[in-house]
């Protein structure tokens, strides 16, 4: 599997939440709204996710190993760092 676009759009606004991602996966399949969320120990990716009959959130997509999800979170992050800064 090769990352072979990631897009962010970076959010304004008083929430934990900075920016949204997009990421392609062999130039193939698209993965929309991945959060990036500022936490207690810095920055970290959140995957898409719906909300449930019983309330609570469930991803729709995400990595089956902690391997991956740092690769994702690695190279999301890095383009965030280096995405333009919302216009206020």
Known sequence: MTITDVR???ITGEGKM???????????LVVHDI???EGDRGLFIA???????????RDI???INSETRTRLQD????AYSKAEDVAE
């Open 8 to 10: 962010v759009r970076k």
């Open 18 to 28: 900075r920016a949204v991602a997009s990421i392609t996966i062999d130039d193939e």
């Open 35 to 37: 959060k990036i969320i």
């Open 47 to 57: 995957m898409p996710s719906k909300k449930g009959a019983n309330g609570e959130y």
């Open 61 to 63: 997509a995400h990595p």
């Open 75 to 78: 190279l999301i992050l890095d």
